[in-house]
C-alpha cells in the first residue's frame, strides 16, 4: 500500500461514510461541525492544560465535554466497571501520562483531579487485546496498519499483534523484523501493536537472540501449507527444534510460539478437492478434524518432550479442544486459542456461494460450535478468543464468483469481536469479567504485558472499551473502518456496542450511532509498537 492510497482511505473516518453520501451539503455541515469542534477542544485543552500549569491552586473541574477528553488528568466513571474484584460503581482517575492512578469504589464528585467523564451505566473494560490479527502490510492490497488500527479501536480494541503471514518481508529475519517495524512506525497507528515473527522450514537458523532484539513479541509457524509462497510450513520435527531453541535460549517463557496446527497427509493441496466450487460443506469436508486432532497430538506430544510451552492457534475441532483438555489435564502447558467465528458461526447455516465465510481451519457445523462452548464455558479449556482477522481484497475472495474453493482462506473480523462473541455467549450467563478476561486479561498474561494493560487498576495504562451490552446493532458496510468492507459478519445483528475507546488516556473512537453514521475518530494518538523485553529502548 503506497503512502497516498493510506491518506485516501482516511477520508471516510470523519465520520462521512463513503459509500452511502447521499448528498454533499450535509456531510460538509458535519465535516465542519467536527472541524469547529475539534477547535474548541484545543482551545478548552490548551487552557486547562495552561491553568493546571501555573499551580496547583487553580485546579478547575468541568465535565468532560463530548470533544474534550484528552490526556489530561480526569476521572471516569460508571455504575458498571470491570475490575479484578468485579463488576462495580467506580470512579477511575487518570493521570496527565495516560496511567490509571487510582479507582476508587463508587461515583465520586472530584473537583480537584480533573474533568469528570460520567458514562452512567456503560460498561467500562480494559481495553481489548487482539492477539491474532494479520495486517497485511507491506506487499498486499488486503488491509494495512492504518485501517487494521482505526477497526480496532471503533471495536474497542487498544493493542493487536500483526501475524506475518501474507506480507513480505514475511518477519522471519532480523533485518525483516526491523523493515516491518519502520514500516508500521511510519503509518499512522491508532493502537498499540506488538510483531509476530515467523519460523519457517529451512529458515531456523534465524532463530538467535537477535531475531527477539528486533522486537518480537512471539513466534508463529504452521504445520501445513499456508498458501503463502513465502511461508513453507514446518515439519513437526523442525517445530521440536524451534522448542528445544527457545527453552535453550533462555527465554523461556518470554516468547510464545503460536502454532496453526492442521496436519495433512503428504499428498494433501489445499484446493485439490471433490465437490462443487461454491460448497462451502465441500471445503469443509477438505479440511476434517482430523488434520487439527493429528496437529495438536504431535504438538503436546512435542511440549511433553520439551517442556516448552505450546501456543495452538484458532482451534475449530470440539475433538481437537478435547486432547488439549486432557493434556492440561496432565499439567503440560498449552495456550489454547478458538476465534469469533467459531463460536459464533456454524457450517449448517453457511449458505454455498459464500467465500467471506472461508477460513482455515474451517468453520464446522452446529454440534461441533456447541462442543466448543462448552469446553469455552463448562470446562475453562480456552485461554482466548481471538479474531484472526484475516483480510482480502474482494478479487482474492472471489466475492464476485462465489467461488469458495479458489477463494483466499481468512475471514474479516477484527472490529466486531466483541459484538459478536458477547452475543454467542451472553445467553449463558457469562460475567463481563470472564469476557473481559478472554479477550483482553490473558493475552496481556500470555504475552507478559499484564503490568501495563488489561486491567482496570493502579498503575495501568488507561485503555478502555466503554460499550452497552444491551444495545442492538446492525453490522453494515457503512458501520466499517476496514479497508474491505465485505465480511462474514455484514448484515448480522449483534448485542453490544462500542461507544468509546480510550488508548493510554485519549480518546480514540466515539460512536455516532444515534445520528446513523459510523463514529468518529477524535484523536491521533500514536501507537507504539510493543517491544519485547529484551529489547532496549
Ligand atoms: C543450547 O545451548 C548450548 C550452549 O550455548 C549449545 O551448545 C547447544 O547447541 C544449544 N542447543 C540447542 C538445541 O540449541
Ligand atoms: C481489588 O482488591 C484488592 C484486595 O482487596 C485491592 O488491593 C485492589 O486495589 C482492588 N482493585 C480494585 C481495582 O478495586
Ligand atoms: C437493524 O436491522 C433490523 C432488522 O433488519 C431493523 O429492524 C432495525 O431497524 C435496524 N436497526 C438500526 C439501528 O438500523
Ligand atoms: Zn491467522
Not at 503440560?332 to 454455498?352: G, H, K, R, S, V
Not at 458477547?422 to 463481563?432: D, E, N, P
Not at 448485542?495 to 473512537?509: D, Q
Request: with cysteine; glycine share 6%; aromatic share 10%.
Amino acid at each position: 500500500m503506497s503512502q497516498r492510497e493510506t491518506a485516501t482511505n482516511q477520508q471516510p473516518f470523519l465520520g462521512v461514510p463513503s459509500s452511502q453520501s447521499a448528498g454533499g451539503i450535509p456531510y460538509l455541515k458535519s465535516f465542519l461541525v467536527v472541524v469547529v469542534a475539534i477547535l474548541i477542544t484545543s482551545i478548552i485543552s490548551w487552557q486547562h492544560a495552561k491553568i493546571v500549569q501555573k499551580g496547583t491552586q487553580s485546579h478547575v473541574s468541568f465535565p468532560c465535554g463530548s470533544f474534550s477528553v484528552v490526556s489530561f488528568p480526569f476521572v471516569l466513571r460508571s455504575t458498571r466497571v470491570v475490575t479484578e474484584n468485579g463488576t462495580f460503581p467506580a470512579s477511575i482517575f487518570v493521570d496527565r501520562n495516560g496511567l490509571i492512578s487510582r479507582v476508587v469504589p463508587g461515583l465520586v464528585e472530584d473537583s480537584s483531579w480533573g474533568c469528570l467523564h460520567d458514562v452512567g451505566d456503560l460498561v467500562i473494560m480494559p481495553g481489548l487485546i487482539d492477539p491474532h490479527v494479520h495486517v497485511n502490510e507491506p506487499g498486499t492490497k488486503s488491509e494495512g496498519f492504518n485501517t487494521a488500527t482505526l477497526a480496532a479501536a471503533a471495536g474497542g480494541t487498544t493493542l493487536i499483534f500483526d501475524m506475518p503471514l501474507n506480507s513480505h518481508p514475511a518477519c522471519t529475519t532480523y533485518e525483516s523484523i526491523l523493515e516491518k517495524r519502520r514500516i508500521a512506525n511510519s503509518r499512522q497507528l491508532w493502537v498499540d501493536v506488538g510483531l509476530i515473527g515467523g519460523m519457517i522450514s529451512g529458515n531456523l537458523e534465524t532463530l538467535s537472540d537477535q531475531i527477539f532484539r528486533a522486537g518480537v513479541v512471539a513466534l508463529k509457524s504452521f504445520t501445513i501449507d499456508s498458501q503463502a509462497y513465502d511461508f513453507p510450513p514446518v515439519s513437526i520435527q523442525e517445530a521440536e527444534q524451534v522448542m528445544r531453541a527457545l527453552r535453550n535460549l533462555s527465554i523461556d517463557g518470554e516468547i510464545r510460539y503460536m502454532i496453526h496446527a492442521e496436519l495433512a497427509s503428504s499428498k494433501f493441496s489445499p484446493n485439490n478437492y471433490e465437490g462443487p466450487s461454491m460448497s462451502y460443506m465441500a471445503f469443509m469436508r477438505s479440511r476434517p478434524d482430523s488434520f487439527e486432532v493429528n496437529a495438536v497430538q504431535a504438538l503436546i506430544e512435542l511440549s511433553r518432550k520439551t517442556h516448552c510451552p505450546v501456543y495452538i492457534v484458532h482451534i475449530s475441532s470440539a475433538d481437537a479442544a478435547e486432547l488439549v483438555k486432557q493434556a492440561k489435564e496432565e499439567g503440560i502447558q498449552i495456550f489454547a486459542e478458538t476465534c469469533t467465528q467459531y463460536l459464533a458461526f456454524a457450517a449448517d447455516d453457511i449458505p454455498d456461494g459464500h467465500p467471506e465465510f472461508k477460513c482455515v481451519p474451517p468453520i464446522r457445523p452446529n454440534g461441533n460450535r456447541k462442543r466448543l462452548l462448552r469446553y469455552l464455558l463448562q470446562d475453562n479449556l480456552f485461554d482466548l478468543i481471538a479474531s484472526d482477522h484475516a483480510p482480502a481484497t474482494p478479487e482474492e475472495k472471489c466475492l464476485e464468483q462465489g467461488n469458495v474453493r479458489m477463494a483466499y482462506a481468512g475471514i474479516s473480523g477484527l472490529q466486531y469481536r466483541l459484538p459478536a462473541v458477547w452475543t454467542a455467549l451472553r445467553s449463558y450467563g457469562v460475567t463481563f469479567e470472564q469476557l473481559s478476561y478472554w479477550l483482553s486479561l490473558s493475552a496481556a498474561r500470555i504475552f507478559h504485558v499484564d503490568d501495563r494493560k488489561g486491567r482496570i487498576a493502579s498503575g495501568m495504562e488507561a485503555d478502555f472499551v466503554i460499550w452497552d451490552p444491551e444495545s442492538l446493532v446492525n453490522i453494515t458496510e457503512n458501520w466499517c473502518f476496514h479497508r474491505h468492507k465485505k465480511s462474514a459478519f455484514l448484515g448480522k445483528q449483534y448485542y453490544g456496542e462500542v461507544k468509546e475507546t480510550f488508548l493510554r488516556g485519549s480518546r480514540i473512537f466515539k460512536s455516532d450511532a444515534e445520528r446513523g453514521k459510523l463514529g468518529t475518530v477524535l484523536q491521533y494518538p500514536r501507537g507504539i509498537i510493543i517491544r519485547n523485553r529484551l529489547v532496549e529502548e
